[in-house]
């Protein structure tokens, strides 16, 4: 298949503590992954991305890592701030053209 | 520098009316265009995507369907619109020979009443 299981939230963090968001997919072929993100009232954008195994994506203090042996592809931040409040897509997109969204994990950050 | 467009940003339609949305890029030729639908506790919902002018490929058998008249113009229609259609539609394109971004619209909402 080609799922996309991402963590269900909502998720509320104070400002400054860790995030993570996991995420795994059905492990089929050799897919790209993604994180995007959509802030509220917009539409989604890139956050990061990795196309093959072990690679990290990183971006805004965000990081993911690309693991084959898990399938899995969890977001990370060492300290989240207000403005990190959104909503968080894993997505996958295996050979071909289709890409692949999670459900998406809300985040709320409070001062 | 790449644009994509889509409208309505919002339609309020009686269940049984039609439904056209259109999505136009600019600033990039032969994109691959998609339809998604987002709705809530679903995430997103891969509807349509092509590759090509006329060439539709469908994820979901269901009430909608797509049209590609151009190479950058991609419609998402209905002939009578269900209660279910409700949702965020978003177009999006990904250019040939890129490491696989999709760039998003600004979505259009559809509430059917």
């Known amino acids: 298949g080609n799922s996309v299981t991402q963590m269900e939230g909502p998720v509320t963090l104070s400002e400054e503590a860790f995030l993570t968001i996991n995420c795994t997919y059905t492990?089929?072929?050799?897919?790209?992954l993604f994180w995007y993100v959509q802030y509220p009232g917009e539409g989604l954008q890139l956050l990061l991305k990795?196309?093959?195994?072990?690679d990290k994506g990183s971006n805004k203090g965000f990081e993911a890592t690309y693991r084959k042996e898990t399938t899995s592809f969890h977001l990370e931040k060492g300290s989240v701030q207000v403005s990190d409040s959104a909503v968080y897509f894993c997505?996958?997109?295996?050979?071909?053209?289709?890409?692949?969204f999670g459900t998406g994990t809300s985040l709320t950050v409070i001062p | 520098s790449q644009t994509i467009h889509q409208w309505p940003a919002t339609l309020v339609q009686p269940v049984g009316s039609p439904l056209s949305l259109e999505c136009t890029v600019e600033?990039?030729?032969?994109?691959?265009l998609y339809w998604y639908r987002q709705a809530a506790g679903r995430g997103l919902q891969l509807l349509f995507y092509?590759?090509?002018?006329?060439?539709i490929s469908s994820e979901v058998p269901q009430n909608l369907s797509a049209s590609r008249p151009q190479d950058r113009q991609f419609i998402l229609s209905s002939k009578k619109l269900l209660l279910s259609d409700s949702g965020f539609y978003l177009c999006?394109?990904?250019?040939?020979?890129?490491?696989?971004?999709?760039?998003f619209g600004e979505g259009s909402r559809l509430t059917v009443l």
């Open positions: 997505a996958r997109k295996p050979t071909g053209n289709q890409f692949y």
């Open positions: 990795a196309t093959k195994a072990d």
């Open positions: 999006a394109w990904t250019g040939q020979g890129r490491l696989g971004e999709l760039f």
């Open positions: 600033g990039t030729s032969n994109p691959n």
């Open positions: 092509s590759v090509g002018i006329g060439q």
């Open positions: 492990a089929t072929g050799y897919p790209s």
